[in-house]
């Protein structure tokens, strides 16, 4: 299931300036998890954009944690 969810992140450098995003729409991942992070639910987000599903939001959790799980984290400037 993890691929599946996967492939609903997409990168396209001609949206949203190549950052990932959801299913070529033009909701960036990041964006989704600003939503998030400020209070909303994914019933919230999914009430306020017709066009995201539920498993929208979950590919947007596995991509976050995918990318959180780097083997180290180096300062590059202070």
Not at 18 to 43: A, H, N, Q
Not at 46 to 53: F, K, N, P
């Amino acid at each position: 299931m993890d691929n599946t969810l996967l492939k609903r992140i997409t990168l396209n450098p001609d949206i949203c300036h190549g950052k990932p995003c959801i299913r070529g729409l033009r909701y960036p991942v990041e964006f989704i998890l600003e939503l998030l992070s400020s209070g909303m639910t994914t019933e919230e987000i999914l009430a306020d954009y017709d066009d995201l599903e539920s498993e929208d939001i979950l590919a947007v959790f596995l991509f976050a944690a995918r990318l959180s799980q780097v083997k180290s984290i180096h300062k590059i400037a202070s």
